[in-house]
Nanobody, 123 residues
């Protein structure tokens, strides 16, 4: 099992930037993939980006391509989400997730989740 703690959320104006961090602890050697998800009020949780721990292969949701960047520091067991050109529709709680065997933007594939961090973008 992996414990995940997100940080870095906050309130920004449209066009601004935020950098989210996710600290992983526990059985991190067993992690195959790390993902960032978000959930807006009244909406389902959706995948934003994911990264394969060993290879660094990355996938983005179409809605964030060119604006968000996922990265990792395996030595520190950290995953980051740099969010630029933020839009009001990016407002959501952002979650970090980990899985031991699969990777993708479906929330059903991930075993471990953080508590989330709120991102609010005003127009």
């Amino acid at each position: 099992q992996v414990q995940l703690v997100e940080s870095g959320g906050g309130s920004v104006q449209a066009g601004g930037s935020l950098r989210l961090s996710c600290a992983a602890s526990g059985d991190t050697d067993g992690v195959f993939c790390m993902g960032w998800f978000r959930q807006a009020p009244g909406k389902e949780r959706e995948g934003v980006a994911d990264i394969i721990r060993r290879t660094g292969n990355i996938e983005y949701a179409d809605s964030v391509k060119g604006r968000f960047t996922i990265s990792q520091d395996n030595a520190k067991n950290m995953v980051y989400l740099q969010m630029n050109s933020l839009k009001p529709e990016d407002t959501a709680i952002y979650y970090c997730a980990a899985d031991s065997s699969t990777c993708g933007l479906s929330r059903y594939w991930y075993d471990d989740w953080g508590q989330g961090t709120q991102v609010t973008v005003s127009s």
